[in-house]
């Protein structure tokens, strides 16, 4: 061998310099069941399951584990946030066709706050799944609203790359357009003043409210309100008060009205 071939051979890779070098990511036999078992649970199995596993893993983790940056779910978080955000002004768009465009703001921002998104993972156990390095997970990190909030649009981003839109429109389905529907987000908006205004403006005639039941003990009481059209049932709902059964009676007679009204 010539004296340059010796002068430009490979240096070996130290033990310790393996150690420090990037990893890729992997999963013992118990979380890959726990990923399994979610995927069940939510009705979706993913065809990239990498993209799943990526979505719940904290930059902590990756830290510790000397893993590879991007193999964290902050990419996927940032997308997740504008598909989540897109899909929930299109289901407001065509649900309340009569709301104002600063309404459906209100009622949006309301929807996709971190406490909501948080609720929303602790709902579906997304907690138990994030894989977190040992700091995070000795300070509580598992629990902290930030972090499931920020799950939660990681999630969607990634399911929206495996199977595109129209599954995550399934799965909010499944999870968040049935809480609007009940009135979950009623309190951040007031749909009395909104339907009153729609009565008026189209003349459609006068509108009251009854309180048709009240039901449960003294310190748990649940009122029914119902709203009537020209002595015509409406809307009814439910509230722990008056004025909440009220919103919630109101809030159904917005959707009735709009299925009625043309497209």
């Avoid at 407001?92 to 066709?97: E, Q």
């Avoid at 439910?238 to 959707?255: D, F, I, N, P, Y």
Wanted: charged share 25%; with cysteine; aromatic share 8%.
């Amino acid at each position: 061998m010539s004296q340059s071939s010796k002068n430009h051979k490979k240096p070996r890779t130290t033990n310790q310099e393996r150690r420090r070098s990037p990893r890729r990511l992997t999963l013992s036999n118990e979380q890959r069941e726990r990923f399994d078992l979610l995927q069940k649970e939510i009705g979706f199995m993913f065809e990239n399951k990498k993209l799943l596993i990526q979505a719940f893993t904290h930059s902590s983790y990756v830290n510790e584990h000397r893993i590879y940056t991007f193999q964290d779910n902050e990419r996927l978080e940032f997308l997740g946030d504008a598909v989540l955000e897109l899909a929930i002004s299109q289901f407001l768009y065509k649900k309340f066709k009569s709301m104002s465009e600063g309404d459906m703001t209100k009622l949006r921002a309301s929807i996709v706050c971190e406490p909501s998104l948080a609720k929303f993972a602790q709902e579906l156990n997304f907690g138990q799944l994030v894989l977190l390095g040992k700091g995070e997970e000795i300070t509580g990190g598992r629990l902290r609203p930030a972090l499931l909030a920020d799950i939660f649009e990681s999630f969607i981003g990634a399911l929206y790359l495996d199977q595109g839109m129209e599954a995550v429109y399934e799965f909010l389905t499944k999870t968040i357009y049935p809480k609007v529907d009940e009135g979950a987000f009623s309190h951040m908006m007031d749909f009395k003043s909104q339907l009153q205004e729609l009565i008026q403006r189209d003349n459609l005639g006068q509108i009251q409210y009854v309180i048709v039941q009240e039901r449960g003990p003294a310190h748990n009481r649940e009122f029914v309100s119902e709203v009537q059209l020209n002595d015509a049932s409406l809307g009814v709902g439910t509230g722990r008060s008056k004025k909440e059964a009220e919103q919630h009676a109101a809030q159904q007679a917005l959707v009735k009205l709009s299925q009625k009204s043309p497209s």
